[in-house]
């Protein structure tokens, strides 16, 4: 069974800083789990710091996530 963790510990896992750690997920596609969407598998992690360029996100990727349009 794959363990999860929350952000804060996500960050302390990977060796990184919470805030740090944050904006790394924004550029990178690590799937997260959980109702609020704030956790990560170990699994996870271990292949993001193994492998990150499988889980990073286009450029144009990261301007359609960030396109807003009017809902009529």
Known sequence: MDK????????????????YFARL?????VPKYGPKRNRFKVSDLEEWMMRPE??????????????FRKVR
């Open 4 to 19: 999860y963790l929350n952000t804060k510990k996500a960050a302390e896992f990977c060796g990184f800083s919470h805030i």
């Open 25 to 29: 997920i924004e550029q990178y596609q």
């Open 54 to 67: 499988i889980f990073k996100v286009t450029e144009q990727e990261n301007t359609e996530t960030r396109t």
